[in-house]
């Protein structure tokens, strides 16, 4: 271990040692590495070759890795760079994949994306537009529709009473239509990006009903506790609990965009002491919370390596839309700018990786490329870049003051009519769809229908847990592919010992090194899974054996990193992931439980963001199994050790086989509540037993 370590210092020293070929020391050199960046980032774009769809990068899951709203976030990166440097290189592709994605209705409603089209989604291909409009990027031809035109009509459609219902006393909904995973849930950024197109389009046509949408969008978030005093920005709730269950998972570009269009609103009211007051709120608590140290960090992912694709991409956003706070709202000038240019040295610094010597990642604080790749990471660099040269270009235009495309007030109205699941949700409806949880969480309480080939995913398949859930899985008819990972050979249960019915030829055992790190032939074999119960883990006692850094790594970093990777890999809708913890695991980070602190704390932080993650994304359901003491079968002697540790520390006992019935009923079935203790579990085991 010690041989390997010196290893990976020298590799790391050998990293940081080369040096990036792109410099910000002065405007031309800005230039030339911001030309070298978008070319780099174009090479992710496949939409203009013959036989591809225009407008999207690859994908969405399982076909690539991004989803639809990445190529409007794409085509805003290229409009400013055309902006900033004034190299049209790339126009005539930037206007065909915006015009391509508009929809039949003109309002960025494209069929083929609605079953996983959210209010935000249509809110970035919308902000892209207002932003050509903004910059007098090149109007398309008169018989195209035009940008200020397309702008409008997603916030016509965005506006419709329909999509502000009355749960939670308004606000949108993440997702559009009432059959999307995530229509139950009122998230910041889908409401973030409605505010910020309504106070763009205020000060853009000088219109007060524009103006009012954005101000009651903003007390309906403050109100509603998504943002709260300190300007800290929260993810979203659901309507269910009347979103008082608010997921404070944190992430910039909620701040970015938020801070973006008070900037608009305090332009719009000449300078208005309030929205001037917001704007600072908002500017001071992006600065505490996402430039600590004065580069940008996505803390919600970044720290612990969980970051997903969407995730990625979220730092450019920051250094784009703060830059162009500075040109309304000019008094953030001394605040914004020496950060955004200290974020962008350390952002060209680490891009270093790749065959040619200069691909970015995403951790930019450390100055070493940290081996990622991908749109994201070279759109946030070249957003850091380019926007550097904001000096040499005009603030955004209204039409007043220049702008030249052409709007049409009442364009996108009556166009939802595109989807025919939008009306709200009603109470039978509700209670159809969810099942409340005691932690807020919901999930759809259904069972996967017979006819759906389900795929399970099983980690630490060797282990005393894994062993036996392998060994029920094989016989239960819902399940028909078992891919059962460990870091060794995984044996095929003997014979003698399988239940009735079981199939071995479901088994597909895959042999990884790390559960931190997975290859692309590991990440094929998670594509389709329906659900994982994740077993793997060092126990308490086994804890004292090792080092610290070795029992977090599995406990915490694998435990995440297979996740993400799970959910990257293109699962099924919903995924169910069944993370296996302990009944003393300490969520509440501000206790100091009595024995072993350190370690309970470690694994109640690792239940706290898987359930974060899963909130952060469509169709993720995410659930932890909190036994006590567990034994391979009940008899008289385990049975008085259970009653005795029950006394001493009220933790139920539960046999191995039960807990591991209990584990494969619900990702079936779906999860009762949210966390299941132990005992939940006894009580789960029992009525299987009793047949109820």
């Known amino acids: 271990m010690l041989f390997i370590s010196f290893i990976a210092v020298a590799l790391l020293s050998a990293v940081c040692a080369q040096q990036s070929p792109f410099s910000i020391d002065t405007d031309d050199a800005i230039r030339a590495s911001a030309k070298t960046l978008a070319y780099d980032l174009m090479t992710y774009y496949h939409g203009n070759e013959s036989g591809q769809t225009p407008g999207i990068l690859p994908g969405p899951p399982p076909l ?32 065909q994949a915006m015009l391509h994605q508009v929809g039949p209705n003109e309002d960025y409603m494209p069929p083929n994306f609605t079953a996983s089209l959210g209010n935000d989604d249509q809110g970035f291909w919308a902000m892209s537009a207002m932003q050509a409009a903004e910059e007098k990027f090149p109007d398309p031809p008169r018989d195209q529709p035009q940008w200020l035109a397309l702008a409008q009509s997603v916030f016509n459609t965005q506006a419709d009473p329909a999509r502000h ?150 730092k450019g956003y920051d250094h784009r ?15 914004i700018l020496p950060v955004l240019r200290k974020s962008a040295q350390a952002a060209v610094s680490q891009c270093t990786g790749g065959p040619n010597g200069r691909t970015c990642g995403f951790m930019w604080a450390s100055g070493a490329y940290d ?62 769809k969810l099942l409340t949880t005691k932690l807020g969480s919901s999930f759809p309480h259904r069972q996967f229908p017979q006819e759906t080939a389900m795929k399970l995913i099983i980690t630490g398949s060797t282990g005393f847990v894994g062993r036996e859930v392998v060994r029920q899985s094989l016989a239960r008819p819902e399940i028909t592919s078992v891919v059962a990972l460990a870091r060794g050979p995984v044996p095929a249960p003997a014979p003698e010992t399988l239940p009735p019915g079981t199939d071995a030829s479901k088994l597909r055992a895959v042999q990884i090194a790390d559960y931190a790190e997975y290859s692309e032939d590991v990440r094929r074999e998670f594509a389709g899974a329906h659900a994982c119960i994740w077993t ?66 470690m694994r109640g932080e690792t239940e706290n963001q898987v359930l974060a993650y899963a909130a952060a994304h469509d169709g993720v359901e995410a659930c932890v199994a909190k036994p006590g003491l567990i034994f391979a079968r009940v008899n008289t002697l385990r049975a008085a050790l259970g009653s005795l540790v029950y006394w001493v520390s009220g933790a139920r006992s539960i046999a191995v086989a039960d807990l591991a019935r209990v584990m494969l009923d619900q990702v079936i079935d779906g999860f009762e509540q949210e966390p299941l203790m132990d005992g939940d579990l006894v009580r789960l085991a029992e009525a299987k037993r009793n047949g109820s």
């Open 64 to 95: 690539g890795d991004y989803y639809w709203w990445e190529g409007g976030a794409l085509w805003g990166a290229m409009i400013d760079y055309w902006h900033y440097t004034g190299d049209d290189s790339y126009n005539d592709v930037v206007t």
């Open 536 to 601: 793997v883990g060092i126990t308490p006692g086994e804890s004292r054996l090792h080092d610290w850094e070795v029992v977090k790594r599995v406990c915490h970093t694998s435990t995440l990193a297979g996740l993400a990777a799970m959910c990257e890999a293109g699962p099924a809708r919903p995924f169910r992931f069944l993370y296996l913890s302990g009944s003393a695991a300490e969520r509440d980070q501000t206790k100091t439980p009595r024995l072993m602190p350190q370690y309970v704390l």
């Open 321 to 335: 839309w703060m830059t162009q706070t500075t040109q309304v709202a000019p008094f953030t000038v001394d605040k």
């Open 165 to 314: 219902d009355e749960t939670c006393g308004g606000g949108l909904r993440w997702q559009i239509p009432l059959s999307n995973n995530g229509y139950d849930y009122k998230n910041s950024i889908a409401n973030g990006c409605f505010f910020n197109l309504g106070a763009r389009l205020a000060r853009y046509l000088n219109n007060q009903t524009y103006a009012d949408w954005a101000e009651k969008t903003w007390d309906w978030v403050r109100g509603v506790g998504l943002m709260d005093g300190n300007y800290n920005i929260y993810d979203g709730a659901h309507v269910q609990h009347n979103c008082t269950d608010i997921n404070r998972a944190q992430f910039s570009y909620n701040n970015a965009v938020f801070l973006l269009g008070a900037a608009h609103m305090y332009n719009y009211t000449n300078g208005s002491r309030v929205w001037q007051e917001r704007v600072n709120g908002l500017l001071e608590g992006t600065l505490r919370t996402f430039f600590a140290n004065g580069v940008a960090t996505e803390v919600g992912c970044e720290l612990h390596h969980s970051c997903t694709t969407d995730m990625l991409s979220f």
């Open 371 to 432: 081996g990622t790749a991908g749109a994201g990471q070279t759109m946030n660099v070249l957003g850091a870049v380019s926007s550097l040269l904001h000096a040499m270009s005009t603030s955004p235009v209204t039409n007043g003051t220049g702008g030249t495309s052409v709007g049409n007030l009442d364009s996108g109205r009556g166009s939802d009519q595109l989807l025919p699941y939008f009306p709200p949700m009603t109470m039978a409806d509700r209670d159809r």
